[in-house]
């Protein structure tokens, strides 16, 4: 209690007692003074009785005021007992007379072994004797000393707290004790020396690092970033992110953007960007969100890498690709004219001789006698027989039919063939209509249904086939379907071998501005489609340059 208090209450004793002392002196001088009158026996009783009341009244209130102030002293005590913050309380020496709970749960020591000994006991060697003076010059000037300690617990693990020690007075303003108060900052410490070690790690990435807030103001900007932009992070934080976009942010698709956000947490995406120089690069970006505690966004970090050489780089390969499709093409076509040469000479030149040999032998077998006649006849059909087969090569080498009478005459010859010597039915369906492609995209689909029958015939197991051929739009669709055995397309090898195989039909379609679509399934089939422009630019710059 104030000194203030203690005299108002000391006052009312006294002036209590004063008045006590005078109705006993007035009963006594009533009761003494031999003066009769009515009632003047009673007047002494009379004022005792006052005075017992009013001291009665005095013992009842002085009760009140300490029931109240030890309900005050036991909250109080409830509330230093209850703390999350460690409580120590000191003599005006430093000998601990008190703990809290709170003290005992983060320093390992129990009361009853902290009690009569000093806070030496929690020391850690790692401040200075000036830390220390600064504490005592402090409090026995009757101020509070704040400080963050690194202490030491029982166990000997060290840990960091915020402390307060405050001096306490008594009524002559005399230091007494000390009471410090502290909170346990280790695993903020700890959270804070993870960040910073984070805040190093990703300020010496090489890549981009840049943290924003949801509004895309940047927050954080590492020397990846410097190196990348030319900006110094003065320079940049606090900035808009849009200022390192060519273009207008807007048109980046924000709402596709969000939807991820919301979804994955993370977005990638290539774009334009801008360096402080003016000069603009390819990069790909990665954003994540960044959480505070509880989880909730509050703000966005972006990783950022220089495509640029990759993109030249996927440009060169892409530039490589249309070459190599090119000179395939080229190849082709340049393959096919060698095998219709070839058939042309095995049809003119060795055909011719060999008829004429077949002429010649039957003016031998005419003029000589019955003795040779016979032999003469064995060659003759080996000469005939050399004829048809030489007939047969010609067109498997180069069908004539493919250049003069056109695309869906050597398809059905090609399909006869293999009825023929596979006994497979094979069903032409066509649009007979008069245009034709260009000789190059020709050679191209009959080669290209020829390697399908003859995988059909190979692997299919089919008992029939259906080749289909129409043209719409200035385009020319071809497709080829069996009733065999299927595959799954999505595990099935598109090999690179074998002959004229998919991969190769593919590309080569996708040089003259086609493709090719496989459509199976395991016991439903196969069906491929092949869809070329019938006018070919590409197609005459391949003649041009073969």
Same mark, same amino acid.
Request: one cysteine or more; a neutral charge.
């Given at each position: ?108 020591? /129990?009361?009853? !072994?902290?009690? +009569? ?6 020391? %850690? ?16 000037? $009757? ?24 001096? =306490? ?23 804070? !020396?993870?960040?910073?070690?984070? *805040?190093?790690? =990703? ?53 596709? #953007? $969000?939807?991820?956000? /919301? ?22 970006? %990665? ?7 509880? $989880?909730?966004?509050? $703000? ?13 780089? !996927?440009?060169?390969? /892409? ?16 393959? &096919? ?30 003029? %000589? ?7 003469? &006849? ?30 869906? *005459? ?27 492609? &260009? ?8 080669? *290209?249904?020829? &390697?399908?029958? #003859? ?12 080749? %289909?051929?129409?043209? /719409? ?16 397309? +999505? ?56």
């Amino acid at each position: 209690m104030g000194t203030p208090a203690r005299l108002r209450a000391g006052s009312g004793w006294i002036l209590i007692l004063l008045f006590l002392c005078a109705a006993v002196l007035l009963s006594y001088r009533l009761a003494n003074s031999g003066v009769p009158g009515p009632g003047s026996s009673l007047l002494p009783t009379l004022a005792l009785v006052l005075a017992l009341l009013l001291l009665a009244a005095a013992v009842v209130l002085d009760t009140s005021r300490r029931r109240r102030a030890e309900q005050v002293l036991r909250q109080l005590s409830s509330a230093v007992e209850q703390t999350a913050d460690s409580v120590l309380i000191t003599d005006r020496n430093g000998v601990i007379q008190y703990v809290n709970p709170a003290f005992e749960a983060l320093t390992r020591y /129990r009361k009853d !072994e902290v009690v +009569g000994l000093t806070p030496r006991i929690l020391k %850690s060697g790692r401040h200075d004797q000036e830390f220390y003076r600064n504490l005592w010059e402090t409090v026995l000037a $009757g101020e509070a000393f704040r400080a963050e300690f690194l202490n030491k617990k029982k166990n000997g693990e060290l840990y960091h707290e915020e402390k307060t020690i405050t001096p =306490i007075r008594d009524s002559s303003a005399a230091i007494t004790h000390f009471v410090s108060t502290g909170r346990d900052l280790t695993f903020r410490k700890r959270a804070e !020396e993870a960040l910073r070690h984070q *805040a190093q790690i =990703i300020g010496q990435i090489h890549d981009s690092v840049i943290s924003t807030d949801l509004e895309g103001i940047i927050t954080f900007w590492n020397r990846g970033s410097e190196r990348l932009f030319g900006y110094s992070p003065v320079e940049a934080i606090g900035r808009n992110v849009s200022f390192l976009y060519p273009r207008n942010p807007a048109d980046f698709g924000l709402p596709e #953007v $969000g939807r991820s956000m /919301r979804e994955r947490g993370t977005y990638e995406f290539e774009s334009r960007m801008t360096k402080m120089s003016g000069d603009e690069f390819d990069a790909r970006i %990665s954003l994540s969100y960044l959480r505070d505690a509880s $989880g909730e966004p509050v $703000g966005f970090i972006g990783y950022t890498k220089d495509i640029s050489e990759q993109k030249r780089a !996927e440009e060169q390969l /892409r530039a490589y690709e249309e070459q190599l499709r090119s000179l395939a093409s080229q190849l082709s076509l340049v393959e &096919e004219r060698e095998r219709r040469r070839i058939a042309v000479e095995l049809h003119d030149r060795i055909g011719q001789a060999l008829a004429i040999s077949r002429i010649k032998l039957d003016m031998l077998r005419a003029s %000589s006698g019955s003795g040779v006649a016979g032999q003469i &006849e064995e060659i003759r059909g080996l000469v005939d027989q050399t004829i048809q087969d030489t007939r047969s090569l010609s067109f498997e080498l180069s069908p004539p039919v493919l250049y003069d009478l056109g695309l869906e *005459a050597a398809i059905e010859w090609l399909g006869s063939q293999i009825e023929q010597q596979h006994k497979i039915r094979v069903t032409l369906e066509s649009d007979h209509q008069s245009s034709q492609p &260009e000789e190059a995209l020709r050679v191209l689909l009959f080669t *290209a249904v020829r &390697e399908l029958l #003859v995988n059909i015939v190979k692997h299919a197991g089919a008992a029939s086939v259906t080749i %289909s051929i129409r043209r /719409r739009d200035n385009e020319i669709v071809v497709s080829v379907a069996d009733d065999g055995v299927g595959f799954d397309v +999505g595990k099935a090898h598109v090999g690179r071998t074998g002959g004229f195989g998919l991969f190769s039909i593919r590309e080569r379609l996708h040089g003259l501005g086609g493709r090719l679509v496989v459509d199976s399934r395991p016991g439903s089939g196969t069906k491929a489609t092949l869809v070329a422009p019938l006018q070919q630019k590409a197609v005459t710059a391949m003649e041009e340059a073969t």
